[in-house]
């Protein structure tokens, strides 16, 4: 892949497809065939990591007990989560639908290998959790590789960390950075569901950069 170069037309579909990625919740029923999930995890690890270390540990969620397991979680961290809101912010968050894991056929628990020798440290000794944003740049580039396939993706964050790793009984040194749900979704959105709902809105231009 040397000397690549990429269009005006190739830089105008990227912009849409970084424009038009939704975090979804709403999913068909329909199943994802097993060799397009594997193309887009193979694309995944292609993020940029520190130190080339991949910390990624994507596990495929498919055992029905231990989804019911993460609904379970998800319910009573939710509870406690509405909890904390007061007066209109309670009333709307009640209605929120923030998880699609019922719906969506396709699960992964994304963890960071907080242990691996990959990557020899390199880049890890002052900022230890640059491990954990590697996984967070490999998610995104599953994001984006899902859209451009016409699926949807939803990153679930109202769950507790620990119930997820015992129930999936991977290693302590696996910290959980992402739950994933992936499907066809059941509309396109022309933006963010939390702004269509009245929950927050996006900036309507970029901040500018700052000058140290």
């Given at each position: 892949m040397t000397g690549k170069t990429f269009d005006d037309a190739f830089r105008a579909e990227l912009e849409d497809l970084i424009k038009w990625r939704r975090d979804v919740r709403r999913f068909k029923p329909?199943?994802?065939?097993?060799?397009?999930?594997?193309?887009?995890?193979d694309l995944a690890d292609y993020a940029p990591s520190v130190g080339l270390s991949q910390p990624w540990r994507?596990?495929?969620?498919?055992?029905?007990?231990?989804?019911?397991?993460?609904?379970?979680?998800?319910?009573?961290?939710?509870?406690?989560a509405l909890a904390t809101y007061e007066g209109d912010d309670k009333a709307l968050y009640a209605k929120l639908k923030l998880e699609g894991l019922r719906e969506a056929p396709v699960q992964f628990a994304v963890f960071c290998?907080?242990?691996t020798d990959k990557g020899k440290g390199l880049g890890r000794?002052?900022?230890?959790?640059?491990?954990?944003?590697?996984?967070?740049?490999?998610?995104?580039?599953?994001?984006?590789?899902a859209r451009a396939a016409g699926l949807g993706m939803g990153w679930v964050s109202i769950i507790d960390p620990d119930i997820v790793r015992d129930v999936l009984?991977?290693?302590n040194h696996w910290s959980l950075v992402a739950y994933l749900c992936i499907g066809y979704p059941q509309e396109d959105l022309a933006g963010p569901e939390l702004e269509r709902a009245g929950w927050e809105k996006r900036n309507a231009a970029p901040k500018k950069h700052i000058k140290g």
């Amino acid at each position: 892949m040397t000397g690549k170069t990429f269009d005006d037309a190739f830089r105008a579909e990227l912009e849409d497809l970084i424009k038009w990625r939704r975090d979804v919740r709403r999913f068909k029923p329909d199943p994802v065939d097993p060799a397009l999930i594997s193309s887009l995890l193979d694309l995944a690890d292609y993020a940029p990591s520190v130190g080339l270390s991949q910390p990624w540990r994507f596990v495929e969620v498919t055992d029905k007990g231990v989804r019911d397991a993460v609904i379970a979680s998800y319910e009573q961290c939710n509870a406690e989560a509405l909890a904390t809101y007061e007066g209109d912010d309670k009333a709307l968050y009640a209605k929120l639908k923030l998880e699609g894991l019922r719906e969506a056929p396709v699960q992964f628990a994304v963890f960071c290998d907080e242990e691996t020798d990959k990557g020899k440290g390199l880049g890890r000794q002052t900022m230890p959790e640059m491990l954990r944003y590697s996984v967070v740049t490999a998610v995104h580039t599953l994001w984006l590789a899902a859209r451009a396939a016409g699926l949807g993706m939803g990153w679930v964050s109202i769950i507790d960390p620990d119930i997820v790793r015992d129930v999936l009984g991977v290693p302590n040194h696996w910290s959980l950075v992402a739950y994933l749900c992936i499907g066809y979704p059941q509309e396109d959105l022309a933006g963010p569901e939390l702004e269509r709902a009245g929950w927050e809105k996006r900036n309507a231009a970029p901040k500018k950069h700052i000058k140290g």
